[in-house]
């Protein structure tokens, strides 16, 4: 059915997107539920609301048999969800085609609008949730009917839903749907835009840099993106474009581009462009310089005659007599054709009455790959075939390449050089990618891209001869060519896109997992070494320097800016693995500060910045593999120096010890303080670490409680059995995180749902001075204990207290009498 089910996070990240959830009434379309995952993160957000509605209504559409159980489950929690804080909640299942029941309403809707006392029911959601499914639909299908008679010619499920979604909304009613991106461009997908983009305005997109995170289950080629809309003509002045690798990734860029930078005003086609930003938006600038079509130098691309299953009988795996070159991608190398090769491809096509029109003269072409591998490096990858290496008439092109020609015969040797470089350049290929967001390469694509005019081509074209020049050097002759008399800023963001590139390559052949592999880690890495786009890297230093001056440097001198509240992820997912890897030090002004301390600061190891330096001269193969051999002993050395500064505690007569500073200190304080006087004999279970995850961890013990955890990511920082009253005592200690507010308090509840024995949640603090800021984010039915006043409880909502302190005076009185 096409169907590709939303995983949690990806859910909440699109329930997050809806601008307007104050409204009094709210009705809700899912228009492909599923289990309902979509509307279970809608209806939470809705009751997260300061002020929540006063009712909520839910419509959703689902055929699967086999899912319509789980949904109906999710529904119904839902409604007792809402319940619970008063909202009206009421909804319905609709076990119908959803294509078929919206042309429908669409019809009723029409029917009805000339009586003015008439329910337009065409128009009944004020909200939409969208996971639309993937599927092609047929020319001749009743689907593709069906989407005709509301207006709209379409070859893809996913649009049809879209589109009649739309349709249903009310007017200013919002819209969220996860999609692929393969919409926003292309000749498919043109009737659909301009029907969707003359009754919605766009305001916020996210794009998944990676295609693989978002849909992380399931094999999808397609990069996926969230769109968020408003049912309106008018549109936004800016649009929202955020950018992040999955869902999972907190490290979320964000950027602000006008509407018409979008989707231009005058652009027939009304193309979608995703500017996620500086640097892209400087990549377009340097492209409207270009602006010379195809048409305007005389070229034409096509695409490769032979279809190989349907030419069988004429292919041979080697030439023969009678038989000419058949050139496939895999031929493609380095800028030229190499042929032949040892392949399973067939490497020749009989020359013969019946193959005459899959065959073209052997000239001069440029030849280009219709499709790029799932994260291939270069999305466009175009050669030269140069017709002097092959001494035949004609010669035949595979379907899966296109190629550059004139009015069907070659190219000049010159010119064919010239569209090679200028297609294999970093410009074009960052420019491609901003708008082409699938695997495919098509003609149209390439006919829709700008170009130098033709005496800036033949000059590039005689920039080589036989070899075909290096990346760098393509890109350099792109600047000085096409670029040098331009009236351009000072930032050229080639150079950028090239400096982070090379600091990708530097963590590859350090070794760092794939994780880590990304612009995130790669512009950490520049911002630790000081290192600008233009800067050589001789010249980079050693700065101390915290994670939000990191974020700080990114943004100036690279543009990429971050929201602020994104930099955990860059301390978490990336400088954390600098540390294991000993590439960089953590304080090393004061080796006494806590890791997680708001003052921390990194700094470069003194002999990875000694090689970093040398990256890019002939002695950087040497010096990265003596630098390699020498990582172990960086590890234990610094290890031992942090090892000095811990703090030792006491666990059932062992010792063990804690990392120096921060809210280990506080912990201290719990287990030598608060455990013996609130909870004796009890049984220490768990005690965290900022360093190590955890100190101690007796899971046998919990195990006997009922619960079992598989990761101790969002464990409390101590846990104690008081067994003499049987509770199961669970402890914050609050340094630079927050208290058990009831968000945590939920997340504790659920973490420890198959205990049998009451849970009692206690927030720490080192002074009371400390514990003023967060007094109004405790959660009820909770207690405080601050280090300062050792002696002394405080319970939120002091119910049970004050009837015991009630009892307390009576007695007192009692004795004084």
Wanted: one cysteine or more; charged letters at 20%; a negative charge.
């Amino acid at each position: 059915m096409g169907q590709f089910l939303t995983p949690a996070s990806v859910a909440q990240l699109m329930a997050e997107m809806f601008n307007r959830l104050d409204l009094p009434e709210i009705s809700l379309l899912d228009a492909g539920a599923g289990i309902g995952s979509l509307l279970a993160a809608f209806v939470e957000k809705v009751c997260q609301q300061r002020k929540p509605t006063s009712s909520l209504r839910v419509v959703a559409y689902e055929i699967d048999p086999f899912l319509i159980g789980y949904l109906q489950q999710t529904l119904e929690l839902c409604k007792r969800k809402c319940e619970n804080i008063g909202i009206s909640f009421n909804y319905e299942i609709r076990e119908t085609d959803f294509i078929e029941d919206a042309v429908r309403l669409q019809k009723l809707g029409l029917l009805n609008s000339a009586m003015p006392t008439a329910v337009n029911y065409a128009t009944e959601f004020t909200h939409a949730i969208l996971n639309p499914p993937y599927l092609k639909i047929n020319a001749n299908s009743k689907v593709r009917e069906l989407l005709r008679s509301i207006g709209l010619e379409t070859s893809n499920l996913y649009t049809g839903f879209m589109a009649a979604t739309a349709q249903l909304l009310k007017p200013s009613g919002e819209f969220v749907a996860i999609t692929p991106r393969s919409f926003c461009n292309g000749p498919y997908f043109r009737d659909f835009r301009k029907m969707f983009l003359e009754m919605m305005a766009l305001e916020q997109v996210h794009l998944f840099e990676s295609r693989q995170e978002a849909f992380s289950d399931d094999d999808v080629l397609q990069e996926t993106i969230i769109i968020q809309a408003t049912k309106q003509r008018q549109k936004y002045r800016s649009v929202i474009v955020n950018t992040s690798s999955g869902a999972n990734d907190d490290l979320i860029m964000s950027h602000s581009v006008p509407y018409t930078a979008l989707v231009h005003p005058n652009d027939l086609d009304q193309f979608i462009h995703i500017i996620p930003d500086n640097i892209s938006q400087q990549i377009v600038q340097r492209m409207a310089l270009l602006s010379c079509t195809l048409s305007d130098l005389g070229l034409t691309i096509s695409t490769g005659r032979v279809i190989d299953f349907r030419a069988k009988e004429y292919l041979r795996a080697n030439p023969e007599n009678n038989t000419v070159p058949l050139i496939y991608p895999v031929n493609l190398s380095n800028g030229y054709v190499e042929y032949p090769k040892i392949t399973k491809k067939p490497q020749a096509i009989v020359n013969i009455e019946e193959t005459t029109n899959l065959l073209i003269p052997n000239e001069h072409y440029v030849l280009c790959k219709r499709f790029s591998s799932k994260e291939e490096k270069r999305r466009v990858v175009a050669v030269v075939y140069n017709a002097n290496q092959f001494n035949y008439g004609y010669v035949g092109f595979e379907n899966h390449l296109n190629y550059f020609h004139k009015d069907g015969r070659g190219l000049s040797l010159t010119l064919a050089r010239g569209l090679a470089i200028y297609l294999n350049s970093t410009l074009v290929d960052a420019f491609f990618r901003l708008f082409n967001g699938h695997t495919q390469v098509n003609a149209t694509d390439l006919r829709k891209l700008k170009y130098p005019n033709l005496s800036q081509l033949l000059s590039l074209g005689t920039g080589f001869q036989e070899q075909f020049p290096s990346l760098r050097e393509i890109d350099e002759l792109i600047e000085n060519k096409l670029m040098s008399m331009s009236n351009l800023s000072e930032n050229n963001p080639i150079a950028t896109k090239s400096r982070i590139d090379e600091a990708l390559q530097i963590l590859t052949q350090l070794g760092f997992p794939r994780a880590q592999l990304n612009e995130r880690s790669a512009l950490t890495l520049l911002a630790l070494l000081d290192l600008k786009p233009t800067d050589s890297w001789q010249l980079a230093t050693f700065p101390l320097m915290g994670i939000t001056p990191m974020m700080n440097f990114m943004a100036q001198h690279y543009g990429k800016t971050y929201k602020p509240n994104t930099r955990e992820t860059v301390r978490r997912q990336t400088v954390h693995q600098f540390l294991d890897a000993a590439l960089i030090v953590a304080n090393p002004d004061d080796l006494s500060r806590p890791i997680n301390s708001p003052k921390t600061v990194y700094q470069i190891e003194n002999s990875a910045l000694e090689l970093l330096r040398s990256y890019g001269t002939d002695e950087w193969q040497n010096s990265i593999c003596t630098y390699l051999a020498s990582v172990e002993t960086l590890k234990k050395q610094y290890a031992q120096e942090r090892e000095i500064s811990r703090i030792p505690i006491i666990i059932n007569g062992e010792i063990k010890t804690l990392s120096p500073g921060g809210q280990n200190i506080l912990i201290e304080k719990i287990i030598n303080d608060f455990a013996p006087r609130f909870t004796p004999g009890g049984k220490l279970i768990y005690i965290g670490d900022t360093d190590e995850k955890f100190a101690h961890f007796d899971e046998t013990a919990l195990t006997d409680l009922g619960v079992n955890i598989d990761s101790h990511g969002k464990m409390p920082d101590v846990i104690i059995h008081f067994t003499t009253n049987n509770w199961l005592v669970l402890i914050e200690a609050v340094t630079s995180h927050g208290p058990i507010n009831p968000k945590r308090k939920k997340e504790l509840e659920v973490l420890f749902r198959d205990v049998q024995i009451p849970l009692v949640m206690v927030t720490t603090f080192l002074s009371r001075k400390a514990m003023v800021g967060y007094l109004a984010d405790i959660a009820w039915e909770t207690d405080v204990w601050v280090a300062d006043d050792s002696t002394h409880l405080i319970h939120f909502n002091g119910e049970y207290l004050l009837q015991a302190y009630q009892i307390e005076v009576a007695e007192q009185e009692s004795d004084h009498t």
